[in-house]
């Protein structure tokens, strides 16, 4: 090649492609981590460079040029290549589709006239407050576990794990943020990122994060942000402006100029897992990156996951231990398993239950009743001929919606007006099964006349800012009763609920799935500890008619060590997660004969090539993920070692090509970095 030429590996947003060579034009500077234009086949598309190199492999008609260099901000870092480059590899999809989805969408698309100005308004969003500390501003006294947490954290040198384990309500935010005052008092060019899982806890969670940093700009990221709102605090965090970032999972591949501290709450939770496109865990990327940058990470949980606990058990992570609550009147509630009414009877709330918010209610306190199914009732039904409300796209039953008078499929979101009479026989008798939150709140209305109740989930907080508005009217005490999902259950500081009431969970506890057990736990101490986190002890009631079943009774003793424990021996003598390392292969096509067809040609060659220490199992129809007329199958691989299943997996999938109508895609569990 000609001397003085210079070439750039260029990622662009293509699935299977690698970085592609681009000539760098004599009269152009380009540097790493710069966002460039460049035509891939017939298409200009925004790339970013990911090395620059005094020759390529290409020969000369074949190489292409940069069109353009988009140096409208400063290049991302080599920090940031390096994460995005570990979770394309670690999760065996393209570096280019791992790095360009991380962007948010104004930065990833060929620039507008307006581009220009639209950079300048979100800069003058991201401008810190001119607002200095008050001398007088108070700040809770921690308590001994509190400061002792704080200081093992901020006395830290380079990457250290904590695991955070924490009683609910034993004050683990305000750790958080003594810690990020320390951080940040330290290093005035130190930037700290702070996850939570759920899309509603963040304004509640940013607003105390700027009451505590009233002179700092405090950026925020969620899904639920328009392209400019998220744009503007990528751009903020990635110049140095704002030095803290709360943030739900997209969070984590945020471009820090000095990333210093990471803080993941309810590091428990599933939301940091990613659902399709590059399959990543927030949290394990977290540990990964907090080791790239020599820099504490604490994960902070009242119910770790079992892989976070085993790790803590083995020494990997620093245990640090809240035991009590942090307002010294607060206790733990008082947990008290009830029978549920006869199967029949129409009521889902049993007559002890309500005798129970009664008297909450006549003392003045507040009621949370729990529910983890959203709308009125499950399926519809027909008696005469067993017709049963069913999704056309996927497997799924659609779920009675009565206020919008429409079935809905949870699943796929597809929706259909209820019809008049049952489509198969014509009886207009047909019948709601089951009960969602709608039917619950519905019947609370009749129980408690005149009383103030208030619905939280996903239907009924669907539009901006909706969650919000409702959890701060239950912050100022404008309801009695709140009813809902899994939205009211972590995080939310509520001062005065003295009763929790937990409805119909051993759905979950008779589920196959691996980790329903777990996650059940999980979720009902969530729930349970909304309750007496002010003044007054709290009191749970749980509906269930498995009263002997173990998880409860660990429940009712608030034990954690206790489940985890006895949960971790169970995987172990099953050789389940986290003593063994497993990965998914999911294959979708019109026909299910197709997609397993697919598989079983994997699995012929992964036995093939296989060794001990490897284990592949036969796939597995799945027709009741169906989706958009696409049928699914999966495929488990299996290691003893985390290095030893991955090497295998990327021999075996390197250079597989499916056929036109099949698409698939891996997923790795755990990360374990």
Not at 133 to 158: H, I, Y
Not at 206 to 230: C, I, L, N, T, W
Not at 629 to 650: C, I, P
């Amino acid at each position: 090649m000609p001397e003085g030429n210079l070439y750039a590996k260029v990622l662009v947003d293509v699935p299977g492609l690698g970085p592609l060579d681009y000539k760098v034009p004599d009269d152009m500077l380009v540097a790493v981590g710069d966002r460039v234009t460049a035509n891939v086949q017939t298409r200009k598309v925004v790339g970013v460079v990911a090395a620059l190199e005094n020759a390529t492999d290409l020969q000369g008609k074949r190489i292409r040029s940069i069109t353009s260099v988009l140096n409208d901000v400063p290049p991302l870092s080599a920090e940031w290549l390096a994460l995005t480059r570990f979770a394309s590899l670690y999760y065996l999809r393209g570096w280019g589709e791992a790095a360009l989805s991380a962007l948010p969408l104004f930065f990833k698309r060929l620039p507008k006239k307006n581009h220009r100005a639209m950079l300048e308004k979100f800069r003058r969003k991201g401008i810190a407050p001119s607002v200095e500390r008050s001398s007088t501003q108070s700040k809770p006294v921690l308590n001994a576990e509190q400061m002792a947490a704080v200081d093992a954290v901020v006395s830290a040198k380079g990457f250290v794990p904590f695991l955070l384990f924490g009683v609910t309500g034993s004050g683990k935010t305000e750790v958080y943020l003594h810690v990020m005052e320390e951080v940040l008092h330290r290093d005035p060019e130190a930037q700290v990122l702070l996850l939570v899982p759920e899309i509603n806890l963040t304004p509640q969670l940013q607003a105390r994060v700027k009451a505590r940093f009233p002179h700092e700009y405090v950026a925020a990221m969620h899904s639920e942000y328009s392209d400019g709102e998220r744009a503007a605090a990528w751009l903020a965090v990635h110049e140095g402006r704002a030095r803290i970032l709360v943030g739900t999972r997209l969070s984590i591949f945020s471009s820090f100029k000095k990333l210093a501290l990471i803080l993941v709450d309810e590091e428990h939770d599933l939301s940091y897992k990613a659902g399709d496109g590059l399959r990543y865990s927030a949290r394990d990327l977290a540990v990964w990156r907090a080791a790239k940058n020599s820099c504490p990470v604490v994960l902070g949980s009242a119910t770790p996951s079992l892989e976070s606990w085993a790790k803590a058990l083995k020494k990997e992570y620093v245990l640090l231990t809240l035991t009590q609550r942090a307002m010294s009147k607060a206790k733990l509630p008082q947990i008290d398993l009830i029978d549920p009414n006869p199967k029949g009877s129409g009521m889902l709330v049993s007559p002890e239950a309500e005798g129970s918010i009664r008297s909450e209610l006549d003392a003045g306190r507040q009621v949370l009743v729990f529910l983890n199914r959203r709308g009125y009732s499950p399926v519809l039904s027909c008696p005469s001929c067993g017709w049963v409300s069913a999704c056309i796209r996927c497997s799924a039953f659609t779920v009675f919606h009565k206020r919008e008078k429409a079935l809905i499929c949870h699943h796929c979101g597809w929706r259909r007006p209820v019809p008049d009479a049952c489509p198969v026989c014509g009886n207009v008798d047909i019948l709601p099964r089951g009960t969602g939150t709608e039917r619950l709140e519905e019947e609370l209305e009749r129980l408690f006349p005149g009383k103030r109740i208030l619905r939280i989930d996903r239907d009924s907080t669907s539009k901006k800012h909706e969650a919000e508005k409702a959890f701060a009217r239950v912050h100022a005490g404008e309801v009695d009763i709140l009813v809902g999902t899994q939205m009211i259950a972590k995080g939310h500081d509520f001062q005065n609920v003295g009763l929790v009431v937990i409805l119909n969970a051993d759905t979950q506890l008779l589920s196959p799935a691996a980790r329903a057990r777990e996650h059940l736990f999980s979720t009902l101490m969530q729930v349970a500890g909304r309750a007496g986190r002010a003044n007054g002890k709290g009191r749970v009631l749980i509906q269930t008619r498995f009263k002997d079943e173990p998880l409860f009774e660990a429940l009712r003793l608030q034990d954690y060590r206790r489940f985890a424990n006895e949960t971790l021996e169970e995987r172990r003598e099953n050789f389940s997660v986290p003593f063994v390392y497993q990965a998914l292969i999911t294959a979708e096509s019109d026909a299910l004969a197709k997609a397993v067809l697919f598989l079983e040609t994997i699995a012929r060659r992964g036995r093939g090539v296989a060794s001990g220490e490897v284990r592949v199992f036969d796939p597995v129809p799945m027709p009741l993920v169906r989706l958009m007329n696409r049928e699914r199958a999966q495929l488990l691989v299996e290691g003893d070692e985390r290095k030893t299943l991955h090497r295998f997996l990327r021999g075996l999938l390197e250079g597989v090509k499916s056929p036109s109508d099949v698409v698939w895609q891996v997923e790795i569990d755990p990360t374990d970095v």
